[in-house]
């Protein structure tokens, strides 16, 4: 099993990222995805899921309008489109797999992207 997550760097403030990532080694259709972050000295946090069809997702409050979670299940791979960044959203982000939609910790993890928001 594989989650490779591509599409991070450096942005200013107002600007836009989307991340992707790549998934393979299971079956990709039949997992929910999610993204997650975690910032130096917090602990990680979950951003966003959507469930295994795309039609249910997830975003936390702090993301909320600005974030988009969305998955091509005909190329293995969830996006992240990011806008409006703020400096507060700097942390590393990470895609994982999880069987079932909901709350629980992933299955699967990638290695994560950084990201990192400042003028």
């Known amino acids: 099993v594989q989650l490779v997550e591509s599409g991070g760097g450096l942005v200013q403030p107002g600007g836009s990222l989307r991340l992707s990532c790549l998934a393979s080694g299971f079956t990709f259709s039949n997992y929910a995805m999610a993204w997650y972050r975690q910032a130096p000295g917090k602990e990680r946090e979950s951003v966003a899921r959507i469930s295994n069809g795309g039609r249910v997702t997830y975003h936390a409050d702090s993301v909320k309008g600005r974030f988009t979670i969305s998955r091509d299940n005909t190329k293995n791979t969830v996006y992240l489109q990011m806008n409006s960044l703020k400096p507060e959203d700097t942390a590393v982000y990470y895609c994982?797999?999880?069987?079932?939609?909901?709350?629980?910790?992933?299955?699967?993890w990638g290695q994560g992207t950084q990201v990192t928001v400042s003028s």
């Open positions: 994982g797999a999880r069987r079932f939609y909901g709350m629980g910790v992933p299955d699967y």
